[in-house]
């Protein structure tokens, strides 16, 4: 006879949703009030639901002109164009060098490589907040990069290509090297066996990898904060410097939260079918 649970592990099991969904599910109830409704005392759980706040995010990418604004402000809607392509693009060219120099690591034998496979390792031990100021004067002064997409691209490359390396050496040393030695003698050559032998076997890994860096890169904001200007802003830095002493329109702020958290979880959820995928390809049934 099996001891049936404590209620007390419910209860804290409750509690524990409860953190964790509470201020989501808030989040976006909020973004469907006006700011007269948020900020008001009486505010209650029973409203009346509105797209305003989304409307006034989004005005530019709309087709028609809401009636409740006077001037469109592309402040959000530009700030989260900028996410989705520094996010995207940093994830791809990290992934690209990353399964490439992991493949190197892995493959290749040279002076120093059990080195340099452990220096990749700690450089991403540095937390970003020291490599703020190098960065900036670096970026600034010397190459004039600051204030575009390419510089934050490149900051967020650098910054995630050491774990992405750390994770892909793991998965690449599980591939058999016979496939490989059988691509060559097929006539395949070192770019044919690595993109259509390796890098399919590997496709848990990318994806695990892809998932790590594209979130890393959408939500990051300290280094965005310090080298994007107005019109290179991401979505976190231009949440926070729309908080002003004031006016603060949490029905907008609370929308574009709400927008800002859909692409990563879509990502995520496409990501993750690629692990299962590779996952299920490798199986043998018995």
């Not at 009346?48 to 989304?54: A, E, G, H, L, M």
């Not at 520094?86 to 059990?114: E, K, P």
């Not at 879509?266 to 690629?274: E, N």
Request: charged content about 10%.
């Amino acid at each position: 006879m099996t001891a049936r649970p404590n209620p007390a592990f419910y209860a804290l099991l409750v509690a524990l949703i409860f953190m964790a969904l509470g201020p989501i599910v808030l989040m976006v109830a909020n973004s469907f009030k006006l700011n007269v409704e948020i900020t008001s005392p009486t505010a209650s759980f029973l409203f009346t639901p509105t797209i305003q706040n989304y409307e006034t995010a989004l005005c530019h990418w709309l087709p028609y002109e809401p009636e409740h604004i006077r001037r469109c402000d592309r402040t959000f809607g530009r700030a989260l164009g900028n996410s989705l392509i520094i996010s995207l693009v940093s994830t791809a060219l990290t992934l690209i060098l990353g399964c490439m120099a992991a493949y190197a690591l892995v493959r290749f034998r040279f002076m120093g490589r059990q080195v340099t496979s452990l220096t990749t390792l700690m450089v991403r031990m540095v937390p970003p907040a020291v490599l703020l100021v190098p960065v900036f004067g670096i970026w600034t002064f010397q190459f004039g990069i600051d204030g575009t997409i390419a510089g934050i691209v490149l900051i967020y490359v650098a910054m995630n290509l050491p774990f992405v390396i750390w994770i892909l050496q793991s998965f690449i040393v599980q591939v058999p090297i016979q496939l490989e030695e059988a691509a060559r003698m097929d006539g395949a050559g070192p770019f044919r066996t690595f993109f259509l032998v390796v890098l399919p076997l590997i496709k848990p890994g990318l994806a695990a990898a892809a998932i790590f860096t594209f979130r890393i890169a959408w939500n990051e904001f300290l280094l965005a904060n310090a080298l994007a200007d107005r019109s290179t802003r991401t979505v976190p830095v231009t949440i926070v410097n729309s908080l002003t002493e004031y006016d603060i329109d949490w029905g907008v702020i609370m929308a574009t939260g709400t927008l800002l958290a859909v692409p990563p979880i879509i990502f995520t959820l496409v990501a993750s079918r690629q692990i299962i995928t590779g996952m299920t390809a490798g199986a043998v049934k018995g």
